[in-house]
């Protein structure tokens, strides 16, 4: 199978602009991933009876609950850089934690608890209701064929608050790029260690960074070993200039799968939603709740 070619996908989506879709995902992203990492989340989180010493058992009883109680490897198969082993470890546990319903509904109350506690007033200001209608209306649009997790969030039933209907069409959102970005890394060929290695390659994080995800120190190697094999490592295990060429590959891949919702919303109505989404950004990547350094090289100013 060829690696991908990027005049090849420039013709088929030569309308996109693409620096607009990377945009709205580098400002949608913090807003929806701060449920992973506020007090007021853990705090919901400990109620239901999760262990809250560290974030991985809340992080995957909230973001899997859309699926139902599915079992370890399916849900695997949706968070695919994640070690099988270390799945395993929060699922199905999660389950006899709490049943998935009941761990959507405080999914809602620790958004609420996070976003009140982060924008005060400006909860109910009408730019916060503005964008979550536009928001919603970008998220109704997205194509969820293929994408589970966009799909599982697509059809819970909308929020009455509009921060909670902007946060839950956030989601839809991330979601649904990060289901294409699956799709990217398998059209490179690049298993789920290996999107974290070469991605690590190209200097997106530090190698350490990604320990998080579970994978033992044998099989990041093995890794590694395979990529250079590839030629899309160096014996350092630095990219080389095929390996960025083949991840540009996949960003420009995630970017054109990730573009139907902002091409339904419009040029206009798309960079509106970006200007209104500016302050509350910025509140949330100033509130020092997110990491530093993080795996997807996006929120830092």
Same mark, same amino acid.
């Given at each position: +199978? ?21 945009? +709205? ?24 009876? /999760? ?16 699926? *139902? ?14 070690? @099988?082993? +270390?799945?395993?470890?929060? !699922?199905?546990?999660? &389950? ?60 819970? @039933? &909308? ?6 209907? /902007?946060?839950?069409?956030?989601? !839809? ?18 298993? @789920? ?21 579970? &994978? ?29 060429? #083949? ?14 919702? =902002? ?13 209104? #989404? *500016?302050?509350? =950004?910025?509140?949330? !990547? ?16």
């Amino acid at each position: +199978m060829p690696e991908l070619d990027h005049t090849e996908y420039q013709a088929l989506e030569p309308e996109i602009d693409r620096a607009r879709v990377r945009q +709205m995902w580098h400002l949608l992203e913090p807003l929806h991933a701060v449920l992973y990492y506020a007090p007021e989340a853990f705090d919901e989180a400990a109620t239901l009876g /999760f262990d809250v010493e560290e974030r991985w058992p809340s992080y995957f009883a909230w973001r899997a609950a859309p699926l *139902g109680a599915l079992g370890a490897q399916r849900v695997t198969s949706a968070f695919y850089s994640f070690s @099988p082993h +270390m799945v395993a470890q929060h !699922i199905p546990k999660a &389950w006899t934690v709490a049943r998935p319903e009941r761990i959507l509904d405080s999914r809602l109350t620790a958004v609420d608890r996070t976003y009140r506690a982060l924008f005060g007033k400006h909860i109910e200001a009408p730019a916060l209701t503005e964008a979550a209608q536009l928001a919603r209306t970008a998220a109704e649009s997205a194509d969820t064929a293929g994408r589970p997790l966009a799909a599982a969030n697509a059809v819970l @039933p &909308w929020p009455k608050s509009p921060h909670l209907i /902007f946060w839950q069409a956030a989601t !839809i959102l991330r979601e649904q790029r990060g289901d294409g970005h699956l799709a990217a890394l398998l059209a490179a060929r690049l298993d @789920p260690v290996e999107s974290l290695v070469s991605f690590a390659a190209i200097g997106a994080a530090p190698a350490e960074r990604f320990e998080s995800r579970g &994978w033992s120190s044998a099989e990041w190697t093995s890794a590694r070993e395979r990529l250079t094999a590839r030629g899309l490592l160096d014996p350092s295990g630095v990219a080389t200039d095929d390996g960025h060429r #083949l991840r540009d590959e996949v960003e420009h891949r995630t970017d054109i799968l990730a573009a139907g919702p =902002w091409t339904a919303l419009g040029p206009d109505r798309t960079a509106r939603l970006a200007d209104l #989404l *500016g302050d509350f =950004w910025l509140t949330v !990547i100033t509130s020092g709740l997110l990491p530093s350094e993080n795996t997807l090289g996006i929120g830092k100013i």
